[in-house]
């Protein structure tokens, strides 16, 4: 065996090197087993030679023992680190102390490279200088290494590239963010966040919160997330979902949030939750229209037969009388329209349209709209209109002149009274999508935000008790969406408003319907049942209709039924729709057995609320249906085209 002594200086020459001399064969034994390799090499002259090579040696360094004894230890190296290492040996040979541990890569036989780390020693064998090298095959743990740095790297592209943002905070005090988060905040680069306090964009209350949550976090709660109002860098407001979990940054406790804007997704669940609550507000409307429809007819023919008696009665009276009495009817009549128009509201609120949308001449509707609203817009303000050359868009007119109809009215009231220069705009022109779009636009007062978001839902009004019901908004916005359009406001205190239509336009090609007209035709002395459940609007038809036609009434399904069976023909059979019991479409259906001649004498009134199996009915009959409240004329027209029919 070698007698091998160390050379180092610091170490004790003393029994300890004598007794780890004695054991060195378990020592190499030891190195064996550890897959560690041990090679010796002697000094002489400046040439290095190796004396010993184990069999780990052999094995690591790939090369056959023969070789690795009469070559040179940079030989085996690979010809990129030979130059490093010599250098290397260059400054230790000089005395500069150097860490003793060196990583490179060798070349086996076969030319595979092999990454391996050793450790020299300079040791003196039998009093010559030498060197013992121990080395151990790194392969494992260099790819170890590599799959740690590729795995963190595409947790880097990961947390780079993340739609959500990601921040690592400690205290409060961000210590690194993802592009996501920055942009989530207003910042232009996530460096930008580094340093900055999580707190300072957060409420009192949601600091709190926060703290209260990290703080259960790290205790080894699972919570669920939570949404946080925030404050961006340029001062908007955004709401954002976020999950803090514990985390370790640069080996100290840290959190790791990851954050949502939830925003818009709020913003579309505030919408849909509105829909529903103008789906049940319009069950609720239909209902009460169709309530208030039976007494409001009666009330409606009631001034009507009362005024026509009483101007017969009082031909012969002083004048002035019949001034008082034609004012107090004329004040009767009007507080009934009024009462009608807000029900005609709630009923168009609560129904969606009977009919399909059909190709509409919009320029010819907004002209009538603007002719309509005349009287409540001018001398107050002016209306600037431009829509030339627009197509036609799928809708309905009646319905399109209501919407653009109460835009106007609303335009109006917006501005100042007796203000000069007040203003509205009314243009319409082709979005890029091929939609066109209308936009009325006044120079009035705006809206605040919070009025802004408020401005469709049904009821709410800012204008003084008696100037509106709060519904024509609702009741535009659920029309236009009806027929797949949009309507939205801008508005800026201050500076106006613009409410924008979005329509369908109709299919190249298609025509507008020309609207249907209806002219007074006289009639014959007629025999007409009359069928409805309300006796008070029974006997209201007797006492306007008897004078020219014979009148026989009903106020139940089942003596309608009798009465048709047994007695003579009808000439009219004006009949309720929805009643209690056997309703009109069961006395419709029973006469299809025994009566089938008098099915298309057949005139339905209804309150409109309408049940699936009656909209069905009504679109599968062919007979007219008079909408309640209606007036005599609207009555006299009806049975005048049911007779010419």
Known sequence: MLAVEMTDPKRDDGG?????????????????????????????????????????????????????????????????????????????????????????????????????????????????????????????????????????????????????????SREGVVLEANPAAANMLGFAAAEEMIGTSLRAVLSPVDRTVMAQRVAAAREGQRLAPHVYEARRRDGARITAEITSVPYEHDGKPAVMGFARDVTERLRLQEQLMQSERLAALGTLAAGVAHEINN????????IQALDARLKRALARTQPEEQRDLSELISELRDSVDRVAGIVGELRTFGRSDEHPPRPTDIAAVLASAERLAAHRIRPGAEVW????????????????????????????????????????????????????????????????????????????????????????????????????????????VGKGTTVRVHLLAATAGETALAPETSRRRPLPRLRMLVIDDEPALVSSLRALLTDEHEIVTAVTGSDACVLLDQGPAFDVVLCDLMMPGMTGMDVHARMTDTRPEVLPRFLFMTGEAFTPRATQFVASVPNKVLRKPFSIEELMTALGDLVAS
């Not at 020693?121 to 260099?142: C, E, K, N, Q, Y």
């Not at 007494?295 to 009631?302: D, Q, Y």
């Not at 609303?410 to 999508?433: C, F, H, K, T, W």
């Open 16 to 168: 300890q090197d004598r007794a780890l001399a004695e054991h060195w064969p378990a020592i190499l034994e030891a190195l064996h087993l550890a897959k560690i390799g041990v090679c010796v090499t002697t000094i002489e002259a400046g040439v290095s030679r190796n004396v010993v090579v184990s069999d780990v040696a052999v094995e690591i360094l790939g090369h056959p023992r023969e070789a690795l004894l009469s070559g040179s230890a940079f030989d085996f190296i690979v010809p990129s680190e030979r130059e490093r290492l010599r250098e290397r040996r260059d400054r230790r040979l000089s005395g500069e102390a150097l860490d003793p541990v060196i990583d490179t890569v060798i070349v086996g036989a076969d030319g595979t490279e092999r990454p391996i780390t050793f450790v020299l020693t300079d040791v003196s064998i039998d009093g010559a200088p030498a060197r013992v090298s121990l080395f151990w095959d790194i392969s494992a743990r260099r790819d170890a290494e590599i799959a740690l740095r590729s795995k963190e790297a595409r947790l880097r592209r990961l947390f780079e590239s993340a739609p959500d943002g990601i921040v690592v």
């Open 295 to 302: 007494p409001l007819t009666v009330m409606v023919l009631g």
């Open 385 to 492: 209109p431009r829509y030339d050359r627009i197509p036609l868009v799928m809708g309905h007119a009646r319905r399109l002149e209501q919407v653009f109809v109460n835009l106007l009215f609303n335009a109006a009231q917006a501005m100042p009274e007796g203000r000069p220069g007040n203003r509205i705009d009314l243009r319409a022109s082709v979005a890029e999508d091929g939609r066109v779009v209308i936009e009325v636009t006044d120079n009035g007062t705006g809206m605040p935000s919070e009025v802004r978001s408020r401005a469709f839902d049904p009821f709410f009004t800012t204008k003084v008790v008696g100037e509106g019901t709060g519904l024509g908004l609702s009741i535009s916005h659920g029309i236009v969406t009806r027929l797949g359009g949009e309507i939205t406001i801008e508005s800026e």
